[in-house]
């Protein structure tokens, strides 16, 4: 079964600060893994993409790293701002199927 | 604003009532796919949509959820006779390329939905 597990589940840092969300996943065999920022009451948004390939992306304060062989990855926050509390959430797609697995997220909080 | 829209955002109703929601994709998509979310979890599968075609069905999805496509453009989703544990969040997303790599769905703002 294709799973995707997050860690931690919620996480609270101050601003400023720099904080790394984990994605653990079971799918294969594997096609892509996004990343999406989803604030609350509101829809997902794509941060990054990365195929097989590609081990790491940046998209402005957000780098996300893969690894293919241990089927992990990471987002990493670099100097949050109020705007990064979010919930985070990690989906994998397989290469012979459509649907999507989604990660449970990881809600973010920023204090001042 | 080009993206995914859905209709109504919000949407209160008593058990027992019937409730329909809308999403408009992003034009000429022609992959469009029902997601529902709960609080404190990811999207789970409902069901998608080829052009007008329904493609597959969760086992999410009872005989009580009905979604069409008609005219391969906008979608809807009809719950009857609706029960708390439907409450949620329904979010629709839309694809242009699905046989591609970097095959993105992109998402609508969803409709809150609230049983009561």
């Known amino acids: 079964k294709n799973q995707v597990e997050q860690s931690p589940q919620s996480l609270i840092i101050l601003e400023g600060k720099n904080c790394t969300l984990q994605c653990n996943y079971t799918v294969s065999p594997f096609s892509n893994l996004r990343w999406y920022k989803q604030d609350t009451g509101r829809g997902p948004v794509s941060l990054t993409i990365?195929?097989?390939?590609?081990n790491t992306k940046s998209n402005g304060r957000y780098t996300a790293t893969l690894d293919a062989d241990t089927k992990q990855s990471s987002l990493h926050i670099t100097a949050s701002q109020l705007s990064d509390s979010a919930s985070y959430i990690c989906v994998v797609s397989a290469s012979n199927d459509y649907k999507l697995s989604f990660g449970a997220g990881t809600t973010v909080t920023v204090r001042a | 604003d080009t993206g995914v829209s859905q209709d109504p955002r919000h949407k209160i109703t008593k058990r027992g009532q019937n409730v329909t929601f809308r999403c408009d994709p992003i034009?000429?998509?022609?992959?469009l796919y029902w997601y529902r979310q709960t609080l404190g979890q990811g999207p789970e599968f409902l069901t998608y949509?080829?052009?007008?075609?329904?493609?597959?069905k969760s086992r999410l999805l009872s005989d009580r959820f009905s979604a069409e496509r008609p005219k391969g453009s906008f979608s809807t989703l009809e719950i009857q006779r609706t029960e708390q544990g439907d409450s949620a969040m329904y979010l629709c997303?839309?694809?242009?390329?699905?046989?591609?790599?970097?095959?993105?769905?992109?998402f609508g703002p969803g409709t809150r939905l609230t049983v009561l």
């Open positions: 949509f080829q052009n007008e075609a329904q493609l597959e």
């Open positions: 997303a839309s694809t242009a390329n699905p046989g591609q790599a970097y095959n993105e769905q992109f």
């Open positions: 034009s000429e998509h022609n992959r």
């Open positions: 990365m195929t097989f390939s590609e």
